[in-house]
């Protein structure tokens, strides 16, 4: 059983849709971390939220930490093929970094 | 600016061999950690230090050493290579534990 479970799994859009992706555990984190993972790479840093209720913009993606620090979700506007990946949700418990199974995200042009 | 540096890119091994996976970081980051990603398992902690002379055990640390002798070198070792280690393997630094800096993996098979 995973820590922190990410909802849906896979997601295949239309450019242009808008789609929201979700992070729940029943753990309480300092901070949570979104990563894009491309193929053959490593994951990258995409936002971190450490306060209950933190909402943070990255341009066309938005980034929500649950007031009670056990969940999150991000949404993306208005989908590119560009934004196509594996999207990685992560918590940290003091030096114990633990990670989602991931969303797989298609964006068809 | 390098960031974080694995050695080698891919490896295959026979069950029963030993080896050790490269990780170097020029970011003068104190926490540095190894993550192994499998299909539909996400990245599992394997183990991560918290400066030089200190570390501890992630979630799956069986089979796996490390020691952290400089800041900027945390290398992994496989004692006595399994089929089961099969996977891809990710090194990954920052200041403290947070925001991480993953290398590019090593993708190792055991046969």
């Known amino acids: 059983t995973q820590l922190l479970e990410q909802s849906p799994q896979f997601l295949s859009i239309q450019e242009g849709e808008n789609l929201t992706v979700y992070c729940n555990s029943s753990s309480v984190f300092s901070s949570l971390q979104w990563y894009r993972q491309e193929p053959g790479e490593g994951p990258v840093l995409l936002v971190t939220v450490v306060t209950g209720g933190e909402v943070k913009k990255l341009k066309r993606l938005t980034f929500q930490f649950g007031d009670a620090r056990k969940d999150s979700s991000l949404h993306i506007t208005a989908a590119q093929p560009g934004d196509t990946g594996l999207y990685l949700c992560a918590g940290a418990r003091g030096n114990d970094m633990r990670f989602g199974a991931g969303t797989r995200l298609t964006v068809k042009p | 600016n390098a960031g974080v540096t694995q050695t080698p890119k891919f490896q295959v091994l026979k069950t029963g061999q030993s080896m050790t996976l490269q990780c170097a970081q020029d970011m003068n980051h104190e926490y540095m950690s190894w993550y192994r990603q499998d299909p539909g398992m996400g990245l599992r902690l394997i183990h991560y230090s918290v400066g030089a002379g200190i570390t501890d055990q992630g979630e799956v640390p069986n089979g796996y050493n490390v020691s952290r002798s400089t800041t900027e070198d945390f290398p992994l070792r496989l004692l006595s290579a399994a089929p089961s280690q099969t996977s891809v393997y990710f090194c990954?630094?920052?200041?403290?534990?947070?925001?991480?800096?993953f290398g590019s993996g090593t993708q190792l098979s055991v046969l």
């Open positions: 990954a630094s920052s200041y403290s534990a947070g925001e991480l800096f």
